[in-house]
């Protein structure tokens, strides 16, 4: 007998900030809603956090944690504290051994090691690389996910099929869309290949796939937004300069994010004051790739968009 059989394998909801704050609740703490409901709140957060992160998992899982600077970090979901569903969760040093400088970018259940064929990394400075995921299947407590060059940071990462196709996108409004059979297999030690060529100080702030919705949610630092389907960017080769994704002039700002998005869904948007506001996405225009977006949050003084997240579905179905 071991310490983990005298543990329930109780259903958990494990949260994870964009501060770096994670916890764990009991599933049957989050009540059934039907479609369209507003939820419920998940933590009591500071003004300037989200809740990044949402999975649902259960005690016995191994969770992998995936940094900014390409390490996996994997512990067993029981190892995370259990809180209160407003409970604000611990710092995430205190479960995971992080560096100063490093920080939470993703969380993987390695119960998806029956329905992903792949992990998918996104780096900051335009690289992706493809790993099975089985390589992944490690006893080790840290392995490493890419090796990254200079000054670059790991940015998404996505369980993939291997059929699909993937879309990057940048600071300065540029996208690409490519077929995921680009990308060979790699190693977890290797650096991956060029994703999209990145113009002098443009950077890379989201990626996604054709899986994971059916628009693409883009955000500016200024505080305006757009819908654009996919269908609107056009597939092409693999290491291009893409195409606009948004037309950004100077009260727009930069791009701060993208991600999939289905009409569905809800997103909170938090501020540089820490002022934070919940919308529908559905009542965000959806507009063409050239097109500029619609304001979604109003900006006073040098206030602009800090982050956004998808509000976390609560246990509808």
């Known amino acids: 007998m071991t310490l983990e059989d005298l ?11 964009t501060n770096g704050y994670i916890k ?15 939820g419920v709140k998940a933590a009591e957060l500071r003004e300037d956090d989200i809740v990044d992160t949402m999975i649902h998992t259960s005690s016995h899982r191994n969770l992998l944690f995936f940094t900014n600077t390409g390490q996996v970090h ?40 029956s329905e992903a064929k792949f992990l998918t990394v996104f780096t900051k400075k335009g690289v992706v690389k493809k790993t099975a995921f089985e390589e992944y299947d490690s006893r080790q407590a840290s392995i490493i996910a890419i090796k990254l060059q200079d000054d670059d940071e790991v940015v998404v990462v996505r369980t993939t099929s291997g059929e699909r196709e993937l879309l990057m996108f940048t600071r300065d409004g540029m996208a690409i869309r490519f077929p995921e059979s680009d990308l060979r297999p790699m190693g977890r030690s290797t650096q991956g290949v060029r994703g999209i060529r990145l113009r002098e100080g443009d950077e890379v702030v989201g ?7 059916e628009e693409i949610l883009l955000l500016s630092s200024g505080g305006y937004g757009k819908r654009t389907a996919l269908e609107h960017f056009r597939a092409q ?5 893409g195409v606009k994704a948004m037309k950004l002039t100077r009260v727009r700002g930069t791009l701060v994010g993208a991600r999939a998005v289905s009409p569905e869904d809800e997103i909170f948007v938090i501020n540089t004051s820490g002022v934070g506001i919940r919308t529908d996405v559905k009542q965000i225009s959806r507009q063409k790739r050239e097109a500029t977006g619609v304001r979604v949050m109003n900006m006073e003084g040098d206030d602009q968009i800090a982050a956004f997240a998808l509000v976390p579905q609560d246990e509808e179905e």
């Not at 080769?237 to 300069?241: A, D, V």
């Open 7 to 17: 543990i329930a394998d109780d259903d958990l909801i494990v949260t994870v900030s």
């Open 237 to 241: 080769k693999r290491g291009g300069i």
């Open 74 to 113: 994997r512990i067993k979901a029981h190892q995370i504290p259990v809180q209160t569903r407003t409970g604000k969760g611990v710092v995430a040093q205190a479960v995971l051994p992080l560096q100063p400088d490093e920080r939470i970018q993703a969380v993987v259940d390695t119960k998806d090691f």
């Open 207 to 213: 990626a996604a796939t054709t899986d994971d919705g």
């Open 24 to 38: 764990s609740v009991k599933a049957n703490v989050y009540r059934s809603q039907g479609r369209g409901g507003r």
